[in-house]
């Protein structure tokens, strides 16, 4: 809600204000702070007839009626965890608050129906060749296996739609008039798509010499062997407050040693763990780029995107990690590809 500092009102407002503010500002519910900001408690068009029935009046103050143990969510949680907790409780609106308590947003469960278009272009690398796949890609590019009822390709197409993208461009090399068939120019999708059309394989990076023309704005860059529920647009908002000019999506990845780790000094032993676990910091396969980025990438070239991150590093340029913690899964393997298939009614659906 872009307006929800308007909702916030003290201890000491009447029923009848905290009503009048509620009409005003057309939702169902105010925020009862403290001088600092601090969520007290909140103030709903069920509270106030609850409140009357009691026998309060309207000139009473809205402590009195208040819920004093509201639901919340946490600044940090991203959209779709926000939307999971309104659905799964049945709530129209919930505050954001911070740690300690202050409100920083107001919810509201509309607002997941409009969805805002976004400017931004998006780029999806479906040219690989899908060889751990094996026999499954052997007549069948990676990005138009079926998940579910779809091709691959289609469910993140429309995943991006659904959070406001429009228009796209798909990077194609193998097998890549069975791509061009299936999506046409997007219009199936209400998108719009656009090819690069590479003549050898360019790797993960480099396709992006064959965009027609730079882009005005940062664009996101994707694989097309992803599965995610990522808020894409909170991921671009984040790129350009941070002043990035190169953003990685990351995952914690954890490995455990299969044997007892010996810690050893000069032929000593100084202790043992037993089958310790690594945890590492890896690449989601999904980033954002500012326009100033194109510059590095060589034409016509194979380039993968850590050389170009390694490339953007040494220039000086401002490179940032923005860490992927919900659903994700690289269909890479044959494993892989029959998890996405169990996932997809849950998670797609």
């Keep these: 809600m872009k307006n929800w500092k308007d909702s916030l009102i003290g201890p000491g407002t009447t029923l009848r204000q905290a009503l009048e503010t509620i009409n005003a500002l057309g939702c169902h519910m105010t925020l009862v702070v403290d001088g600092d900001g601090k969520l007290l408690g909140t103030f709903s068009d069920g509270d106030a007839r609850r409140a009357l029935l009691r026998g309060l009046t309207l000139t009473d103050c809205v402590g009195e009626a208040m819920n004093h143990q509201p639901r919340t969510v946490r600044a940090t949680d991203d959209r779709h965890s926000r939307l999971a907790v309104m659905q799964r409780l049945g709530l129209h609106q919930l505050p954001v608050v911070q740690d300690d308590g202050v409100v920083v947003g107001l919810e509201i469960v509309d607002d997941f129906l409009r969805v805002p278009a976004r400017e931004e272009w998006v780029v999806v690398m479906a040219g690989g060749l899908g060889s751990r796949l094996k026999e499954l890609t052997r007549e069948t590019p990676k990005p138009m296996l079926n998940v579910g009822s779809r091709p691959l390709l289609e469910t993140i197409l429309r995943s991006f739609s659904e959070q406001g993208f429009r228009r796209f461009y798909l990077a194609v090399n193998y097998r890549a008039e069975q791509i061009e068939a299936h999506f046409g120019d997007g219009s199936a999708l209400d998108i719009e798509v656009r090819y690069l059309r590479e003549q050898k394989r360019l790797g993960t990076a480099g396709a992006l010499s064959l965009l027609p023309e730079p882009p005005d704005r940062p664009f996101i860059v994707t694989n097309a062997d992803l599965l995610t529920k990522e808020d894409y647009g909170g991921m671009v908002d984040r790129h350009v407050g941070a002043g990035a000019d190169a953003t990685m999506g990351v995952r ?22 037993e089958k310790p676990v690594q945890q590492f910091v890896v690449s989601a396969g999904m980033y954002v780029l500012s326009p100033s980025v194109l510059e590095l990438v060589p034409s016509d070239t194979f380039y993968d995107m850590p050389s170009l991150f390694d490339e953007a590093v040494r220039r000086g340029m401002r490179a940032r990690c923005h860490h992927i ?15 996405a298939n169990t996932d997809f009614h849950e998670v797609f659906k």
């Design 252 to 273: 914690k990845y954890e490995m455990q040693v299969p044997f007892g780790v010996v810690q050893e000094k000069d032929g000593l032993i100084h202790g043992i763990e």
């Design 325 to 339: 913690d919900g659903y994700w899964l690289d269909i890479g393997r044959p494993a892989d590809y029959e998890r």
